[in-house]
């Protein structure tokens, strides 16, 4: 099993790192090649997604993700910013559904800054397209305006195909699960969430035994604090999905917390956690690493077929979790505040 490795910049590295001695625990053969990626591949070779780092995802079975972007990137073209390099990969590899689950681990539901019987056993999962949508919709940028100033314009637009396809995912994913799909989008005001609502339905059709639910992205954002419990699968577009997963994760505790994977039409994936990375604790070893680790147990089960394996991670975070191992982000009184490298240890122990 060949893995790329790409541990990218701030807290990446760490938590990258952190994972890898994990999997080590794991009696399977893996490959694991590392490179640069983000501000770490525009400092290597003058572009956020160096071309052997892409020859490298493209050649492996599986990619293993930390995170990208640094504020003293800030001010560079934006074709050179490092959150294009996760952009590009996304794109060049057809990664165009993004599964993103939300559950609570009842050790943990006095982390979150809700009511705990509001997320207690709360377990859905947000099904984001990943490779359409206003990120890439063309034409996009600065320009002059008639009315003397500039204005900058971003295009949002997705076939029926793509919404097709996201949808079938959604609905698959629902059929192993709690069989409802909600529909999350703004079809009250823009023509692509219409053409997206009228696609989600026809394919429902062919889904009878799933729920299917159409809800307006504003009201969904509430109704996941409000009452998060009422969803099973959410499927939406790249901008919304990228927004409600951000807020989704909140209800678990800590944005620390949540893996994600990103499959192509034939399950390569790339793995990451949904949280950037943190400028602000890199290198400090606080970094809360399980949402990495529990991404590489979504490796695991979805790109190299070793799903006994991925459980038995998902078990040993578990434990680790109930012994009271805790990073600064997720402590509560009583439990033991750790580093990085001793959680990591933990669930290693465990494993
Ligand atoms: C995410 C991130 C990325 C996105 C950024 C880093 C480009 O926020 O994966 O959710 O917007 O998709
Ligand atoms: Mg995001």
């Known amino acids: 099993m060949k893995i790329a490795v790409l541990p990218g910049d701030g807290i990446g590295k760490e938590i990258v790192s952190e994972t890898l001695r994990v999997l080590g625990r794991l009696a399977l053969k893996f490959e694991f090649e590392e490179a640069p990626v983000g501000g770490a591949g525009y400092e290597a070779s003058g572009h956020p997604l160096p071309p052997a780092t892409?020859?490298?995802?493209?050649?492996?079975d599986a990619i293993l993700f930390g995170s990208v972007g640094d504020p003293k990137y800030d001010s560079l073209e934006s074709s050179k910013?490092?959150?294009?390099?996760?952009?590009g990969l996304r794109k060049e590899l057809g990664l165009f559904a993004n599964l993103r689950p939300a559950q609570v681990y009842p050790e943990l539901a006095d982390a979150s800054t809700l009511r705990p019987e509001v997320i207690?056993?709360?377990?859905?999962?947000?099904?984001?397209?990943?490779?359409?949508?206003?990120?890439?919709?063309?034409?996009?940028?600065?320009?002059?305006?008639?009315?003397?100033?500039?204005?900058?314009?971003?295009?949002?637009?997705?076939?029926?195909?793509?919404i097709r396809r996201i949808a079938?995912?959604?609905?698959?994913?629902?059929?192993?699960?709690?069989?409802?799909?909600?529909?999350?989008?703004?079809?009250?005001?823009l023509e692509t969430s219409r053409l997206w609502r009228?696609?989600?339905?026809?394919?429902?059709?062919?889904?009878?035994?799933?729920a299917i639910s159409h809800m307006y992205v504003d009201n969904c954002a509430m109704q996941l604090v409000r009452n998060p419990k009422q969803f099973d699968v959410i499927v939406t577009g790249n901008m919304f999905g990228d927004i409600l997963s951000d807020e989704a994760s909140m209800l678990t505790g800590s944005i620390g917390m949540l893996p994600s994977a990103s499959l192509d039409a034939n399950n390569k994936g790339l793995y990451e956690p949904i949280?950037?990375?943190?400028?602000?604790?890199?290198?400090?070893?606080?970094?809360?690493?399980?949402?990495?680790?529990?991404?590489?147990?979504?490796?695991?089960?979805?790109?190299l077929g070793q799903a006994a394996a991925a459980e038995r991670l998902e078990a040993a975070v578990k434990k680790t979790l109930r012994d009271g191992y805790r990073t600064a982000d997720i402590y509560t009184a009583g439990t033991r505040k750790v580093s990085t490298v001793e959680m990591a240890s933990a669930v290693a122990e465990r494993l």
């Open 54 to 60: 892409l020859a490298l995802a493209k050649k492996a």
């Open 81 to 87: 910013r490092p959150e294009q390099a996760i952009l």
């Open 120 to 162: 207690a056993g709360l377990d859905i999962l947000i099904v984001r397209e990943l490779t359409g949508d206003i990120y890439f919709g063309q034409p996009k940028g600065i320009r002059q305006h008639e009315s003397g100033g500039r204005e900058g314009f971003d295009t949002m637009r997705y076939t029926e195909a793509e």
């Open 168 to 189: 079938r995912v959604a609905f698959d994913a629902a059929r192993k699960r709690g069989k409802k799909v909600c529909s999350v989008d703004k079809a009250n005001v």
């Open 198 to 210: 009228e696609v989600v339905d026809a394919e429902a059709k062919g889904y009878p035994d799933i």
């Open 275 to 303: 949280h950037g990375s943190a400028p602000d604790i890199a290198g400090k070893c606080i970094a809360n690493p399980l949402a990495t680790i529990l991404s590489a147990a979504l490796m695991l089960r979805h790109s």
